[in-house]
Antibody, heavy 120, light 110 residues
Framework: QVQLQQSGPGLVKSSQTLSLTCAIS??????????WNWIRQSPSRGLEWLGR?????????DYAVSVKSRITINPDTSQNQFSLQLNSVTPEDTAVYYC??????????WGQGTLVTVSS | QSVLTQPPSVSAAPGQKVTVSCSGS????????VSWYQQLPGTAPKLLIY???KRPSGIPDRFSVSKSGTSATLGITGLQTGDEADYYC???????????FGTGTKVTVL
């Protein structure tokens, strides 16, 4: 049974870097059948997909256009986890952040969510 | 701005049926599998339906989906108070190369 456990600070200052980690149990970040996604949710933007990393003989990343210049999603095979880094944050980046496992075309398992507040 | 459009809210009495529509385009719903997610208050979204009309283990068959062209519809029959939640459609958008979500619909049991 796949479980995702998120960790990271709930408060970040403007212009700094938001960093979150998602630890995986019951699957491998290097699985050839899964993708590892970050999504955020705020009242103003609704559910917003940020990006993903996945392994298909080599590592790939896809990022949303809205954050492409500021985002990095990295796998960590030694810890079986993946991370989100979002640079140069502003109060507009305040949201609940979720990690999620992608199967064939669905987001079947989600982390518990982390409220990240960006202070000005 | 979401590229998938849903009604803000729908409601019905216990035991009745509600439907939630999700309207998109040929680059998303028209050519990709649609999933539906249920979000209870204060919790993470949960997968409800995937691959257009498959249910994960534990999801009752009161939940079903139909798809036609660039739109999909979630149906909930035998409505229960526990079904009160926000519901979102989601799918891959081939033009954006991004996963996209609907605007969300609040289901209320009267």
């Amino acid at each position: 049974q796949v479980q995702l456990q998120q960790s990271g600070p709930g408060l970040v200052k403007s212009s700094q870097t938001l960093s979150l980690t998602c630890a995986i149990s019951g699957d491998s970040v290097s699985s050839n059948n899964a993708g590892w996604n970050w999504i955020r949710q705020s009242p103003s933007r609704g559910l917003e997909w940020l990006g993903r990393t996945y392994y298909r003989s080599k590592w790939y990343n896809d990022y949303a256009v809205s954050v492409k210049s500021r985002i990095t999603i990295n796998p960590d095979t030694s810890q079986n986890q993946f991370s989100l880094q979002l640079n140069s944050v502003t109060p507009e980046d305040t949201a609940v952040y979720y990690c999620a496992r992608e199967g064939a075309a669905e987001l079947g398992h989600w982390g518990q969510g982390t409220l990240v507040t960006v202070s000005s | 701005q979401s590229v998938l459009t849903q009604p803000p809210s729908v409601s019905a009495a216990p035991g009745q049926k509600v439907t939630v529509s999700c309207s998109g385009s040929s680059s998303n719903i028209g050519n990709n599998y649609v999933s539906w997610y249920q979000q209870l208050p204060g919790t993470a979204p949960k997968l409800l339906i995937y691959d257009n009309n498959k249910r994960p283990s534990g999801i009752p068959d009161r939940f079903s989906v139909s798809k036609s062209g660039t739109s999909a519809t979630l149906g909930i029959t035998g409505l229960q108070t526990g079904d009160e939640a926000d519901y979102y459609c989601g799918t891959w958008d081939s033009s954006l190369s991004a996963y996209v979500f609907g605007t969300g619909t609040k289901v209320t049991v009267l």
